[in-house]
Nanobody, 124 residues
Framework: QVQLVESGGGLVQAGGSLRLSCAAS????????MGWFRQAPGKEREFVAR????????YYADSVKGRFTISRDNAENTVYLQMNSLKPEDTAVYYC?????????????????WGQGTQVTVSS
């Protein structure tokens, strides 16, 4: 069992930056692949980024590639999402997720645990 708590959301102007954190409690954090997802009002939840259990592999949605960076600190049981050059269309609730299953070509699948989310609002 893994519990996930996101933080770091807020209101920022377009072009600004935010860093989201996801603190994990429970056992064996280092065995979980971690992901970030987001859901905007009236839209389905979408994949944002994924990092492997070791931190050696990362994957990004095309919409955030080059602007967002996912990282993890296994000593602190925390995963981060650094978001730069934010756009109004990045406005959403951002969720952290954890899972042990890796599916080839599908970084958006294989998650078993989810956080409650943190709101990110980007004003124009």
């Amino acid at each position: 069992q893994v519990q996930l708590v996101e933080s770091g959301g807020g209101l920022v102007q377009a072009g600004g930056s935010l860093r989201l954190s996801c603190a994990a409690s429970g056992r064996a954090f280092t065995t979980y692949n971690m992901g970030w997802f987001r859901q905007a009002p009236g839209k389905e939840r979408e994949f944002v980024a994924r990092i492997s259990w070791s931190g050696g592999s990362t994957y990004y949605a095309d919409s955030v590639k080059g602007r967002f960076t996912i990282s993890r600190d296994n000593a602190e049981n925390t995963v981060y999402l650094q978001m730069n050059s934010l756009k109004p269309e990045d406005t959403a609730v951002y969720y952290c997720a954890a899972g042990r299953t890796a599916m080839f070509g599908r970084p958006d699948l294989g998650y078993d645990y989810w956080g409650q989310g943190t709101q990110v609002t980007v004003s124009s």
